[in-house]
């Protein structure tokens, strides 16, 4: 063996480092899909948490009604005025959709604004329009606001009875599931 041949323990040192990361790294690349696989999360161990847009919500992003919406029907509203207003259902921003059985199922009724581009203001002591629910009254039992609204229902025609707090979603309106006769967006 030469002079220039020879191993030096330095160097079998540095090649055997070498190497062994090689293996290493070929080791962990074959394990990792394996070991993604194997992996079981139950519900408990996963954590949700609801992200919000800052993009508007508009009639025309609820076209596709989910699985459990056997019909969609539309109410127009304006600030500071009472009832549905004769709007065409892709021009608005959504303020509110109301639905006839709990977990938001059934027929629903989509509440939007056409005179808005960003949403209802962050309180609830505005008038941002309202309606009495008419061929409605008496049948819905779960609540989806968007855009920063929210509703408040009433058991009597013109926001009059009884009345709900201020709601941002709720899946089943308890006590007052089946009792709303109108609503107030806020």
Known sequence: MTKDA???PALRTRLTAVASGALLLLALGAAAPAMARTIDHSPADLQ?????????????DLEAAPAGVTATYYCAVRD????CKPDEPGDGLVVAELFQHADFGGWRV????????VGCSSGTGDNEGGANLFEFANAVSSVKTHNQCDVKFFDGNNKSGT???FID???????????????AIS
């Open 110 to 117: 989509v509440v939007f604004n056409a005179a808005y581009s």
């Open 48 to 60: 949700v948490e609801e992200v919000t847009s800052s993009a508007p919500v508009m009639v025309s």
């Open 163 to 165: 009345a709900t707090g």
């Open 80 to 83: 500071g005025t009472f009832g």
């Open 6 to 8: 020879r191993v030096t």
């Open 169 to 183: 979603r709720d899946n089943n309106l308890g006590s007052f599931n089946d009792r709303a006769n109108s609503f």
